[in-house]
């Protein structure tokens, strides 16, 4: 049982939430003194016009702006490296980033790579970062990777077909304006895919060996939130009310990983969406009930509470019964989300177990996992999610 006493740090930034909270940036990027801004986003968020308010914003403070867009799915080294050229050439002094995880992901990079002169390969890993990044602002367009508000930045390396988990106060970003009606663009499978992320990060920052009662609480309001949500948002896309109960359940959840940190669920994760290219979100429904299996005994309790945030009635069961209700529950909800596939169903190989699990070993998310796993563990997990 952790003590009361135990010191604990709590890193946000600013952020404000709610309609039109978006149009705050020119306003912000003023304040922070930009002169000139690099944009970051990707080719879906300016194809359906959400940077245009954003651009309106900045040209009403008389701020003038470079775009970059070039990012995938997954953002790239090479995409990062490129960014900061960008950044650099064009004399900018700050960022805004527009989009969802992966934009704002490799604006964090591009933050770092810029103000440090140095490879992204070099910060890799937990407080690997000496100088921060230029201002950062912060516009997320899907309720699910909270990268707006958390220590984290995920970047592919295409060369070792990897996830590198760079986790540093620096690129925790200055202002997150966090608009839910940026999320009404967002398709079926998206709200899915982002629903289970946060779900993920929830559960993980609730049972992390370096969790607190300040990231408690944030956890267990987003399970509440997605919990209850989740499918219902997916089946009323264009219902504001639930998309903000979402975004809201989103940024609870980053909250709360980006200071308790996350676990084995995303350690696996990172490794399979470097090794195929996969949307995280979609991994981490992969895999988030074999790992609940696997942790399920080292935070019985936590599970417990986890249970119970979900709305489920589990007063009059033993820890055995609970386990099966809670695994039943998630499996259920993958099955009303259709993301009830197994491994091979996106390309895994029993050949490719052992490559995997090494990966998943050297991740930094495995710290704070609340059961240490041992490579044969990871490679038992992988197989029954095969």
């Given amino acids: 049982m952790k003590s009361l006493l135990e010191l604990r740090k709590f890193v946000a930034p600013e952020f404000i939430f ?21 944009i970051v986003t990707d080719p879906h968020v300016l194809a359906v016009g959400l940077i245009d308010p954003v651009l309106t914003a900045l040209k009403n403070e008389g701020i003038s702006f470079e775009i970059y867009s070039n990012i995938k799915t997954n953002p790239t080294a090479s995409q ?26 490799c604006a964090k990079a591009i933050g770092i790579v ?21 201002p950062l602002i912060c516009i997320p367009t899907t309720a699910g990777s ?3 508000v958390s220590q984290f930045a995920i970047i592919t390396d295409e060369r070792r077909k990897l996830k590198m988990a760079i986790v540093s106060k620096t690129v925790v970003p200055d202002v997150a304006l966090i608009d839910p009606e940026t999320t009404l663009t967002m398709d079926k499978s998206l709200t899915i895919a982002t629903g289970f992320d946060v779900l993920s990060h929830a559960f993980e920052a609730y049972v992390s060996n370096a969790s607190s009662p300040i990231t408690d609480l944030h956890a267990l309001e987003a399970i509440s939130l997605a919990g209850s949500n989740l499918i219902p948002t997916s089946n009323d896309l264009n ?14 959840a980053g909250l709360a990983f980006s200071n308790a940190s996350l676990g084995l669920i995303h350690a ?7 090794f195929l290219d996969l949307p995280h979100g979609e991994c981490n429904a992969l895999l988030l009930d074999h790992v609940i299996e696997f942790n399920f005994e080292a935070e019985v309790k936590k599970y417990k509470d986890i249970s119970t945030a979900l709305g489920l009635n589990i007063d009059e069961l ?69």
Avoid at 18 to 38: E, H, I, P, T, W
Wanted: glycine share 8%; aromatic share 4%.
């Fill in 146 to 148: 909270a990268a707006d």
């Fill in 18 to 38: 709610g309609s039109g909270a978006r149009l705050l940036v020119g306003r912000y990027a003023k304040n922070f003194g930009a002169r000139k801004v690099l």
């Fill in 114 to 134: 810029s103000s440090n002169k140095k490879g992204i390969h070099e910060f890799e890993g937990v407080d690997k970062v000496p100088i921060p990044s230029p």
């Fill in 318 to 386: 033993d820890d055995k019964a609970v386990k099966k209700v809670l695994i039943n529950k998630i499996r259920d909800l993958k099955v009303e989300s259709d993301v009830n596939k197994p491994l091979k169903d996106v390309g895994v190989s029993m050949g490719d177990i052992p490559q995997l699990a090494h990966k998943t070993m050297n991740d930094a998310c495995i710290i704070t996992n609340p059961r240490r796993p041992t490579i044969k563990d990871v490679e038992e997990i992988f197989k029954n999610a095969l």
């Fill in 80 to 105: 990062v490296m490129e960014g900061s050229r960008v950044y650099l050439n064009e004399n900018c002094n700050f960022i805004v980033a527009v989009g969802g995880g992966s934009p704002m992901d």
């Fill in 239 to 252: 219902n504001i009310d639930l998309r903000s109960k979402m975004m809201l359940s989103s940024l609870n």
């Fill in 268 to 274: 696996m994760a990172h490794s399979l969406g470097g």
